[in-house]
């Protein structure tokens, strides 16, 4: 290769190079939002999550908190806030709104660190008994094997779940072997606090 072949090279490759990173940085700058922020704008807080509060350029504002019981949460000079049943959007615009006492146009965001509201509860028969956190649309099925199966004795036709609605408690039978044939409408959609009881 001639001299003047490598003198062409040497003052393309750069160029070159530069237009690939501007192509790079701007299929960042058009990319979409994460899925991970589309999840935390449809979450609903409960009790016991964890939350981080960050208010732009007031620390004394911004700091973690814990979802109480009660649902609410305590923040400085705000006192207690209600938390619960709120996403993490909601949350933000009702902290900001608040905080325009004491500052002016604040910047709120609220971030979900610890999720500990949405657990089921595992009793009886099974590989691992407590508490089992809760995945979204988690299904009977779903949770059973997260939970290790059923063990060797236990009675499959007689499981059934707890479930607290409205302040009443009720008890709903599991059709176990026909859900795991296939039969999706009898692999019941969980919600949050149900206890499955294998005996």
Not at 61 to 79: A, E, I
Not at 134 to 139: D, V, Y
Request: glycine share 8%.
């Amino acid at each position: 290769m001639k001299t003047g072949n490598f003198v062409i090279l040497a003052l393309f490759v750069p160029v070159l190079l530069c237009q690939a990173q501007d192509n790079k940085l701007a299929d960042q700058a058009v990319s979409p939002p994460a899925a991970n922020s589309q999840s935390t704008a449809t979450y609903v807080i409960g009790a016991s999550d964890v939350l981080t509060v960050t208010v732009w350029k007031e620390p004394s504002f911004s700091g973690t908190l814990l979802v109480r019981p009660d649902g609410m949460v305590s923040v400085p000079l705000l006192g207690d806030i209600q938390a619960s049943g709120l996403t993490p959007l909601q949350l933000a615009d009702q902290l900001a709104t608040r905080l325009k006492k004491y500052i002016q146009d604040p910047n709120v965001s609220v971030v979900i660190s610890q999720i500990h509201s949405k657990v089921i509860y595992m009793l009886g028969e099974v590989g691992k008994k407590g508490p089992i956190e809760m995945t979204p649309g988690m299904k009977l099925l779903e949770a059973i094997s997260s939970a290790g199966g059923l063990t060797d004795y236990a009675n499959s036709k007689k499981i059934y779940i707890l479930r607290d609605e409205a302040g009443k408690r009720q008890n709903i039978p599991v059709h176990y072997k026909q859900a795991l044939k296939g039969d999706s409408a009898l692999n019941l959609a969980l919600k949050p606090g149900d206890t499955i009881v294998v005996p």
